[in-house]
Nanobody
Framework: QVQLRESGGGLVQPGESLRLACAAS????????VAWYRRGVDKTREWVGG???????DYEDSVKGRFTISRDNAKNTIYLQMNNLKPEDTGVYYCRHARDDGVYWGQGTQVTVSS
C-alpha cells in the first residue's frame, strides 16, 4: 500500500506562485515516479505533468515554462512549483502513483487563483 498526501494549496493572485508537495509513505520504491493532475471548475480531470523514476519530467503544454516538478528522495516527497499562476490554473491538484499492484491517489489540495 502507498499513501499520498498533498499539501501547499491556497488562494493566490494571478502572477503569484505556490509550491505543492506530495508526501509518500507506505511500501514505496525510491525514487518514486509521480504524476500531477488537476480537476478544474468544469470538473474535468487534467494531467499536469509527471516525473519518472529516472528523473525525467514532462508537462502539459499550458503549464510548460511555469510549472516545475522536483523530488526529494530523502523526504519521499515530490514537489510541484507553480509560478506565474493564472485563473485557469484553479482547481484541486492531486498526485498519482501507478505501479503493478494498483494506482494510488492523494486526497487533493485546492488551488485558487483569483484577483
Amino acid at each position: 500500500q502507498v499513501q499520498l498526501r498533498e499539501s501547499g494549496g491556497g488562494l493566490v493572485q494571478p502572477g503569484e506562485s505556490l509550491r505543492l508537495a506530495c508526501a509518500a509513505s507506505g511500501v514505496i520504491t525510491i525514487p518514486l515516479s509521480v504524476a500531477w493532475y488537476r480537476r478544474g471548475v468544469d470538473k474535468t480531470r487534467e494531467w499536469v505533468g509527471g516525473i519518472t523514476t529516472g528523473g525525467t519530467t514532462d508537462y502539459e503544454d499550458s503549464v510548460k515554462g511555469r510549472f516545475t516538478i522536483s523530488r526529494d528522495n530523502a523526504k519521499n516527497t515530490i514537489y510541484l512549483q507553480m509560478n506565474n499562476l493564472k485563473p485557469e490554473d484553479t482547481g484541486v491538484y492531486y498526485c498519482r502513483h501507478a505501479r503493478d499492484d494498483g494506482v494510488y491517489w492523494g486526497q487533493g489540495t485546492q488551488v485558487t487563483v483569483s484577483s
